[in-house]
């Protein structure tokens, strides 16, 4: 294994090795040296990890092949924040990662984890260990039931799954799991079961040809002009027109404006296609979903079509299926064909949404809209207000806090400078779960996609903090300010260690209000008070941070001037550092940017149902 391991990184890879004759094209070894050279084949060199007794022999095979400088192996505290920095890396940098764990608790953690790969079309591969095929008796950290393939079913239902029973299926698990991770058009996670007695089993003559590359399909595009007609004929027939444009779209920018200026329409993101049409762009209505924006849900809600675009028409995109209540038909451009049916009354255009879309606009070239002036006049003026509302946040004066018992930033303005300051730097802001988000990806001005990153999918408490560890590890790394609450950054508070270890140089933005903010407002607004979602017990972040070696900690204050120089100091250190914020909470109207839509939950509920049953789209 050493030998092989020696030459594969002198040949710079599997089959370069085969190629010049350094390795055999057969080979004996074991299932866990078969699945890294498979692996490798695929371009997978990373590897996250959370060794244990059930990935001890997938460890040293890993062990051998970082020594000789093939794969890289990054030891991390916690599975969940390692399933996040894998995401992060995909994510953000298009770097492929697998996630290795051992049986039991790790595995569960992991896969939890994995919800916000899944959630948002992130490819990363993960790796478990898994009970014994000679079931002999029950292994530790094994579900204690008495039925077989229990986490592989659990993982299923996550995603798609393969427990390697068969030593000589590996082929076709690597395979399964290459379309998955490597899917076109909505990727996710791929849980390879590894069962403990499994690992160390023999594959003889294994045929190193036989295991498969990188899945890398074609683009597909319609190919049925008759579809491409109906949606130009239907964009004749309406004049207002909004693009609701999803995460789908942030490799298509061009695109998405091509069409937008072709149907003379409006576009309204998501909170992940920030910056796939730039904010100052008058086709550009910002963000609409159950939080979004007044130009957003403004739109929304007087469109008659709706073109959509990459999207699922999640509950909060669509505020639960009725964000659209003028829309009278719909265009859907969408490589999946479940989403691309989700509405009625729609017109399908499956495939890459790059080559549709280009199709399209080719075609509506040939049949040029009428102008739809009076619509965009419309649009333009909420646009306009939408501004004004978010300089008016961005602008309020430090309020007194209860909890805090002084007067403190509120966290739009705390957040615009926060913004401003990682813009100036060339930062791409990361956002966790909760008001920061909310809050966020409203204010974001941004003019490129991935420049603000939120995790909308999930909304994972704990992910900003944990994926500015991919850059750490990422072959060219960005400058990562992670945005984060009080809650969000206790989940995953151990990111300290790992970012220190794993040489971040990124900087930690903690918004503290000692309470869970997004669902304390959700309780004010539905119920006129909040419960059960804040405590009594101050936290001293800038100690706690400044506990660990190597971390920069500071204190922001309670004003723009202490924060920006809090945050250039921050951002001025070679390594990882933290700026603790106090933040306001209340229910002073200035110190929030509001809500534009609803969505089915709480006292909502018979509303928003009536609302949705009173509707044919």
């Known amino acids: 294994m050493r030998g092989r391991a020696r030459v594969v990184a002198e040949a710079g890879g599997v089959d370069e090795a085969v190629a010049a004759r350094l390795i055999d094209e057969a080979i004996d070894c074991t299932v866990s040296e078969a699945l890294v050279l498979g692996l490798l084949k695929q371009g997978v060199r990373k590897y996250f990890a959370v060794f244990g007794h059930g990935s001890t022999d997938l460890a040293e095979v890993l062990r051998v092949y970082a020594a000789a400088g093939v794969v890289s192996v990054h030891a991390f505290r916690n599975e969940v924040a390692m399933a996040h920095a894998a995401t992060a890396l ?26 916000a790969a899944a959630s948002n079309g992130v490819g990363v591969w993960h790796i478990y260990g898994d ?17 077989q393939g229990l986490y592989g079913q659990l993982t299923a239902v996550m ?5 390697l029973h068969t030593p ?6 690597l395979r399964r799991g290459s379309i998955r991770v490597n899917h076109p058009h909505f990727a996710g996670p791929f849980y390879l079961l590894m069962p403990i007695n ?28 008759r579809a491409i007609e109906e949606a130009v004929d239907l964009i004749h027939r309406h004049r207002r027109i909004v ?25 309204v993101l998501s909170p992940g296609s920030l910056g796939v049409v730039t904010d100052d762009d008058p086709r550009n209505m910002h963000v609409g979903g159950s939080k979004g924006s007044l130009s957003g849900n403004g739109a929304m809600e007087e469109a008659d079509l709706l073109i959509a675009v990459g999207t699922r028409s999640v509950c909060q995109a669509d505020c639960s299926g009725i964000g659209y209540p003028s829309a009278r038909a719909v265009i859907n451009i969408n490589g999946d064909l479940a989403d691309a049916a989700h509405y009625n009354r729609t017109a399908m255009l499956p495939g890459d949404i790059g080559k549709v879309v280009g199709r399209l606009v080719e075609a509506l070239a040939r049949r040029r809209p009428p102008a739809a002036a009076e619509w965009r006049a419309r649009c333009a003026e909420r646009k306009a207000r939408w501004r004004e509302i978010c300089a008016e946040a961005a602008n309020c004066p430090p309020l007194h806090d209860a909890a805090w018992g002084r007067s403190v930033l509120a966290q739009p303005a705390v957040l615009d ?3 401003g300051v990682a813009r100036e730097a060339g930062a791409t802001c990361v956002f966790d779960a909760g008001d920061v988000q909310a809050n966020g990806f409203q204010l974001a001005r941004d003019d490129r996609p991935m420049q603000t990153i939120t995790e909308t999918g999930a909304s994972y408490m704990g992910f900003a903090v944990s994926a500015l560890v991919a850059s750490g590890i990422a072959d060219t790394p960005q400058r990562v300010v992670a945005v984060t609450g009080d809650g969000s950054f206790m989940m995953n508070p151990q990111v300290l260690l790992d970012g220190v270890e794993h040489r971040v140089r990124a900087t930690i933005v903690l918004l503290d209000n000692r309470r869970m903010a997004a669902i304390s407002s959700l309780q004010f607004e539905q119920y006129g008070t909040d419960f059960a979602t804040s405590d009594a017990v101050a936290v001293d972040y800038v100690a706690l941070a400044g506990a660990v070696s190597g971390v920069r900690a500071l204190s922001g204050g309670e004003t723009k001037e202490t924060l920006r120089a809090a945050l250039a100091e921050a951002l001025a250190h070679d390594g990882l550092s933290l700026v603790h914020v106090p933040v306001y909470f209340g229910r002073d109207p200035r110190a929030g940017l509001g809500a534009y839509g609803k969505w089915n939950v709480g006292n909502w509920v018979e509303e928003v149902q009536t609302a949705y049953r009173g509707q044919d789209l």
């Open 90 to 115: 995909r994510w953000q940098y298009g770097e492929q990662a697998a996630v290795v764990t051992s049986i039991g608790p790790g595995a569960l953690q992991a896969m939890a984890g994995s919800l």
């Open 131 to 147: 009970e014994t095929t000679h079931d002999e008796g029950f292994n530790m950290q094994q579900i204690p039931k008495h039925q």
């Open 159 to 163: 995603g798609e799954s393969y427990v």
């Open 168 to 173: 000589e299926a590996l082929r076709t698990a």
């Open 198 to 225: 499994v690992q160390p089993s023999r594959l003889r003559g294994l045929r190193l040809s036989s295991l498969p590359e990188r899945f890398a399909p074609p683009a597909t595009v319609v190919a049925d002009d």
């Open 243 to 267: 693009i609701k444009a999803g995460g789908g779209t942030r490799r298509f920018p061009a695109e998405i404006r091509a069409l937008a200026e072709a149907a003379d329409g409006v576009v």
């Open 417 to 419: 400078v926060v913004m």
